[in-house]
């Protein structure tokens, strides 16, 4: 039984080494590009205020149905009136794209947007194809800012861009693209 157990093993081992080489042939076949990019080091609200472009407080108003994107993942558009920018410039409603049923992720204080709620978002510019930059339409961050909230919420995020932190990537990254 142990022979035939450390055989099958073998064999599995095979099979599987000779699938990951014909998945590599097959994408240098096509025409498909990987591509590797690094993020930006995000561990302090000093590091967030200076990745952003723009800092607001926000309250979100209205949510789209999901939809798929064009990466296959299910997306909701929140539209997002802007109630005071704290860094940037941003138009006064603004359509921020989160993933369908967000949950937060409290390692990098993303809360998905929820109507009648009042939030601080970092958001980036982003290049549309015709040239003009604008807001992007995602944010680095999203923390809470309702009720008694918001003032806290504003003290820290103009604290942090008061002494935001120069944009910074993990020295040991580096960013790929490969194309056949």
């Known amino acids: ?20 080489t014909t998945t590599v ?7 498909v590009t990987v591509s590797a990019v690094c993020v930006p080091i995000m561990d302090t609200d000093r590091d967030k205020a200076g990745i952003a472009d723009n800092v607001a407080v926000v309250t979100a108003w209205e949510q789209s149905e ?15 009136r802007v109630d005071e920018v704290l860094k940037g410039s941003l138009p006064k409603t603004l359509p921020i794209d989160q993933t369908a049923g967000d ?10 947007l929820v109507p009648g709620h009042r939030y601080v978002l970092g958001v980036p510019n982003a290049q549309p194809e ?4 604008g807001p992007g339409r995602w944010a680095f961050f999203a923390t809470s800012a309702d009720g008694a909230q918001l003032e ?23 960013d790929t693209t490969y194309t056949p």
């Open 66 to 80: 999901a939809a798929r994107g064009s990466d296959g993942e299910q997306r909701v558009t929140v539209q997002v």
């Open 130 to 133: 015709n040239g003009a930059p």
């Open 1 to 20: 039984m142990m022979k035939r157990t450390v055989l099958l093993s073998l064999a599995g081992a095979v099979v599987l080494a000779a699938s990951v």
């Open 25 to 31: 042939v097959v994408f240098q076949d096509d025409d």
């Open 103 to 112: 949950t937060a992720r409290p390692e990098v204080e993303q809360q998905p």
């Open 152 to 174: 806290t919420a504003r003290k820290r995020w103009t604290d942090a861009i008061a002494h935001q932190n120069p944009k910074r990537i993990d020295p040991a990254c580096e």
